[in-house]
């Protein structure tokens, strides 16, 4: 079998970025496909298109040192990412409709109407290409748009790193758990949150934690979208909309963050055997989905209860399977670009399949 | 796309094949394929084959009643479990040939050999028939042999329920962690066991919380099986063939089992917030494989500690996602006849992608 050749289209090169292409460059021999990066995108160092193949490390230090990527281009330019995304598009028309063109999406998500990443999905479907991400956006506000849109083009949309990073929750529900049905789950699912807690339940102040979160690259910013339980939410309706057939937004979650949990109360709560967490739910009941983020007092056996610092579980609820976990014990930046490798290798395991017909 | 129509030998029909059977035609409109057993081998209550399709229902009911299967069958005959196998070979030659004959084995362990199922499974990739069993020693004792077999035939041999019943291990990490190396695990993932020490800390007697997994189809007959740790050696054995590329037996995986832990010990080890519990671990040192199945004082921090009851957990460690978890909160027959179903989805998938070229 001749590995599939990608043209990678960049749009959002931060930490995640950057790391996914070192991470390709790592484990180069076990990847059953050949790839090059075509176009990179950014919101504050410009971009480079290069049919031909940008030199990656390059456009790393440049970025690294400020610097911005119209240097590496020919004819440089100001773009946006959605120009950068049908300008690639018309550059490599056959490659577009072999379907090799991928956009490996990771732009910085605002809460309120999921973008710029919807966009950017939606205009990279439209121009032939397959999608991976590791935004929360798309799949959390435009699923069913998006999903309907990816099979009436023939290619796929995939997001495994919305959620847990690069650890399986939608692939191992969509490829390991066929004829199973999902009627509920219970997860923790924001790490900053978690990390907070963890670090009030040993006395450190709040701030304290929210800093040393930011410093690993972990929490935004601006921590509000963690501490306000919005991260959870988008999470949780991705979770919804995909593994239960929903169709909400965020603000149709249920939504409490741990900005009103005290010291005290988390110190009351451990010195009783108890732990308080920010726990994403969702539930069926008669056909209709309810959802919710809010923190909870848990007793000492709940499997939730015993999740410190960065960890991460999500436990499904199912017909045929009973109650099923899978759980993070640790999260870096590594995993997170996984998720977009994991995706691309699922893309190329069917070009594979194609060729061979 | 056309539904598969599959031709199913179940060797084995004890309470996994009945119950599988059931679950059948429970989920009959999720299915992706069609399906007829045209086959049933029995070790007390003989056999029947039949091209046309066996009465399922009435061979349930005979088998529960304690009647021969035989009067099914138009030609009744003692055979053994490899005779039907390549009986249905020779009167279903087109089936064979276009892969739509699958062996569904779910014969009882004999974990010197991993016989009959070992045979078994061989004489059916022999028989170009696919291969989906709950039997952990196929691929415990030959799984090198086995899966060359597979490729060489070009036909699948799947074991989903080899360990933690229908919950993806052996899925998760072929089908949703691809380019990842798994170094090594830890987990519980015998519930006999597992009960047993949960019984203890509660004060009931060994033998009292063995019957009553019994009772419940959970133990075998022979619960040595259990409790001097075979099972979880032979499971542990499968997992470092598979997910660890070892060649290992169940013999060569260091055991110690819990039938030398004392009712005294689980209780201290309570007493001082800890854990009692039988864990299987692997690990890669220098290019070489280890494993060993031993009861283990845990501390309340550690994950492993904190299954009770019929919970199965099992940790592994990777390189490219750090330790990441797959739970099981509790087990029964369900799952483990959901194990050969989501195998033979798989099958079914596969197929058809075969009609669509």
Known sequence: MTAPELALVLVGFGHVGRRFVRLLDEVAERLDFEWRVVAISTRRHGSVVDADGVDVDRARSLVESGQPLGRLDSEPRERSGLDVIRQVARLLPDEAAEGRLVLVESTILDIDRGEPALSHVRAALEAQMHVVTVNKGPAAFAYDELESLAEAVDREFYFEGAVMDGVPVFNLVREAMPVVRVDGFRGVINTTSNF??????????????????????????DPSLDIDGWDAAAKTAALVNVLMGGSMTPHQVQRTGISEVRAGDVKAALASGRRIRLVARASRHDGSLTASVEPELLTADDPLAGLADTENALYLTTDLLGEIGIVQRSGDLTQTAYALLSDISRISLRLRDWTER
Do not use: F, K, T
């Open 196 to 221: 907070v807690l963890s670090a009030l339940e040993q006395g450190q102040p709040l701030d304290q934690a929210v800093r040393e979160m930011q410093a690993r690259g972990i929490a935004e910013a």
